[in-house]
């Protein structure tokens, strides 16, 4: 009679017990063998549960290793000669990842173990590269069937004002070196005579007139770069320290004449852009002495 009250009572406590929270919810008994009791029910109410969770953990850490690892293969493209790397070739992956060559040629992929590599330019692709059998993943260098076109190699010089006003004459031999015709005799074994040429020109008023307006333009620009030259804005920054407008208001209202700039020393020279900017900064027009020179310039 006492082993069926126990197993009515253990069925009763079973079912009334919470699986989520069982230690709030275990009737209480004032059976002195309760505590033991309830232990036992417990432990076979959590067992199954907790078996459940250790089988899920282990197999969560078996599955880990076994998950696809990237990893990322380097190198470079170049021609057929390789010595010019190729710049925008297509790099893809048969898993879908892509990358592109930049100026250099260089590229890198992230590819799987079991992936394969292969590159394409101008629509035209290469065979496909096993990832497995690539014997230096970080310098998988590769050369296309391409012909790069180089141009020559051009070295850009500074500009020289002395060979740019020499190269001009050249150019402008014709010009700088006319005259306005003029009548003179040439004595012969015949006697005296005149040559018909110039008594033509002579009359060729039009074409003089162009042809001396300019030779005076070229002068003046000859004259204009001369100055430039030397009464450089790198010069006067340099010594003077302005800047901006500052800088080319000061230059253009200073600005030294071309026969000064041509005969003048560099220590003369630059004590006049001292000089110049001292009266700049109190307001004071150039010296007088170089305004009567320019004045009589022109």
């Excluded at 901006?244 to 600005?255: A, I, K, T």
Aim: proline share 6%.
């Amino acid at each position: 009679m006492g082993a069926v009250y126990i197993i009515r009572v253990t069925h009763s406590i079973i079912n009334s017990i919470n699986p989520i929270n069982p230690i709030n919810t275990i009737p209480q008994l004032n059976s002195p063998f309760a505590f033991s009791f309830v232990t036992c029910v417990i432990t076979h109410t959590l067992l199954p549960r907790l078996f459940k969770i250790f089988v899920l953990v282990l197999l969560l850490l078996a599955v880990k290793p076994a998950t696809a690892q990237w990893f990322k293969i380097k190198g470079s493209v170049y021609d057929s000669s390789r010595n010019y790397p190729i710049e925008l070739v297509t790099v893809m992956s048969s898993s879908g990842k892509g990358a592109i060559t930049d100026a250099d040629g260089h590229y890198e992929i992230e590819v799987m173990e079991r992936d394969s590599i292969w590159f394409s330019y101008l629509n035209k692709p290469t065979m496909k590269f096993p990832v497995l059998k690539i014997a230096n993943p970080f310098a998988f260098d590769i050369s296309l069937q391409v012909n790069v076109t180089t141009l020559k190699e051009v070295k850009v010089r500074p500009r020289n004002y002395r060979q740019d006003s020499a190269q001009n004459r050249q150019d402008y031999a014709k010009v700088f070196n006319f005259q306005k015709p003029r009548l003179s005799p040439s004595v012969t074994n015949m006697g005296v005579g005149f040559d018909l040429n110039e008594i033509i020109n002579m009359f060729r008023f039009r074409k003089n007139r162009s042809m001396l307006a300019f030779q005076q333009r070229l002068l003046a620009q000859e004259e204009e770069k001369a100055v430039d030259h030397r009464f450089s804005k790198a010069l006067v920054r340099r010594l003077t320290g302005l800047v901006d407008r500052e800088l080319d208001s000061f230059m253009l209202v200073f600005r030294p004449s071309y026969q000064f700039t041509l005969y003048t020393s560099d220590y003369d020279f630059q004590q006049y852009i001292k000089d110049s900017y001292r009266r700049y900064l109190v307001g004071l027009p150039p010296l007088p002495m170089l305004r009567q020179e320019e004045e009589e310039e022109q």
